[in-house]
């Protein structure tokens, strides 16, 4: 059975996310608990409310730092804390990262967000995730939540999409969903991090996360291509079944060589 969580709640609730970004680069740096030291007690970034400033540092923790001894956290984190990338890719990254690390937010994009973009129906509204919900949810806890519960998290999720640069505002309750068509250097980077993870290379090939960027398989089968011809590393396909990867740097450089 799917994790379901609130996360998207406070997570939603963070008004920028460069604090995420700050945060991640600050734990990198000298660990968890002088970050949730720094955030909570230092109020670094200038949360009025010492609740919401404890629930911020919690989901952020949850989301973006936890099992940061893993291989694919740790590039993720390094990459955040990398200098080379702007805070426009690092975005992306703590967007891909969300749908990693949050199964709720991950079937909501994509069972529902990923379902309309490719029909063309690019504008959303909160009632509709409300609604995902509700039918989505039958037969897990999502059904021991509240319908304010689910209102939130229909709200927070459309609020985060929007901060993150994946929605526009259009009405009080109302987003058009406007992904910008990814590059190689974004694909090669989930191509570094899955190989990380346990997966065999068809399950990279056939991963989730290429939905999370709304590619279609044949728009993912061509940045694949991109990033081999540009010589980040060798991509062999002749089916969803016949796929391999074959990196040429290790996760220490390939940042620096993206980026550069």
């Keep these: ?28 740096q000298h660990g ?13 970034f200038g949360f ?39 805070n426009s890719f690092k975005r992306t990254f703590i ?14 994009t994509e069972n529902l967000v990923y379902k309309k973009y490719q029909e063309n129906r690019k504008l959303i509204e909160s009632a509709e995730i409300l609604d995902f919900l509700n039918e989505f949810g039958e037969g897990t806890k999502i059904t021991d939540w509240s319908e304010s519960t689910l209102k939130m998290i229909s709200s927070k999720y459309s609020a985060f999409m929007r901060r993150i640069g994946l929605f526009k505002k259009e009405g009080r309750s109302k987003s058009l969903i406007s992904y910008p068509y990814p590059d190689e250097k974004i ?19 056939n991963s989730a996360m290429f939905k999370a960027l709304m590619l279609t398989e044949n728009q993912k089968v061509e940045l694949l291509k991109k990033g081999s011809l540009a010589g980040y590393y060798d991509f062999n ?12 740097y290790s996760r220490e450089e390939i940042i620096d060589e993206l980026f550069r």
Excluded at 187 to 205: A, R
């Design 32 to 44: 968890l608990e002088a970050a949730k030291e720094e955030f909570i007690e230092g109020n670094a």
């Design 48 to 86: 009025d409310i010492t609740s919401s400033r404890k629930r911020f540092f919690s989901v952020i923790n949850k989301l973006f730092l936890k099992d940061s001894e893993q291989k694919d956290k740790g590039f993720f984190i390094a990459t955040i804390s990398n200098s080379s990338p702007n």
């Design 95 to 108: 967007y891909l990262e969300a749908f990693h690390s949050n199964d709720l937010f991950a079937d909501i």
């Design 237 to 248: 396909f002749s089916g969803a079944k016949n796929a391999s990867f074959e990196l040429h």
């Design 187 to 205: 694909i090669t980077y989930l191509v570094y991090q899955l190989k990380l993870t346990d997966l065999s290379d068809n399950e990279i090939f």
């Design 1 to 28: 059975m799917k994790n379901y969580n609130t996360a998207i709640n406070p997570l939603g609730s963070i008004s920028d996310p460069n604090v995420i970004i700050e945060t991640i680069k600050y734990y990198n």
